[in-house]
């Protein structure tokens, strides 16, 4: 069956980085479009950003400049460089997966305080 399994996250102060990677088996890795997303206390989950299978990229307006989405198809793994982290990224962040069908992973805590 498909997984998707983030990792990376953790407690980082503002201004600093880090980077999410999302290992994903039982499935053909390379068709997906995979994205992550993110649910921040009492709020709705929310796009983060996004990467298509012909490596195109979206990303939301609060993290443009700030985050980067890439994927390697060799290793089945969608990664986020996130810098520049600011209080309000925290949030669990998670990975999706989306062809003919939608995967979400268990999501990782990324914690931006002093």
């Known amino acids: 069956q498909v997984q998707l399994v983030e990792s990376g996250g953790g407690l980082v102060q503002p201004g600093g980085s880090l980077r999410l990677s999302c290992a994903a088996s039982?499935?053909?890795?390379?068709?997906?479009?995979m994205g992550w997303y993110r649910q921040a206390p009492g709020k709705q989950r929310e796009l983060v950003a996004t990467?298509?299978?012909?490596?195109?990229?979206n990303y939301a307006d609060s993290v443009k400049g700030r985050f980067t989405i890439s994927r390697d198809n060799a290793r089945n793994t969608v990664y986020l460089q996130m810098n520049s982290l600011k209080p309000e990224d925290t949030a669990v962040y998670y990975c999706?997966?989306?062809?003919?069908?939608?995967?979400w992973g268990k999501g990782t805590l990324v914690t931006v305080s002093s």
């Open positions: 999706n997966a989306e062809y003919s069908m939608n995967y």
């Open positions: 039982g499935m053909i890795f390379k068709i997906y479009t």
């Open positions: 990467i298509t299978r012909a490596f195109s990229t």
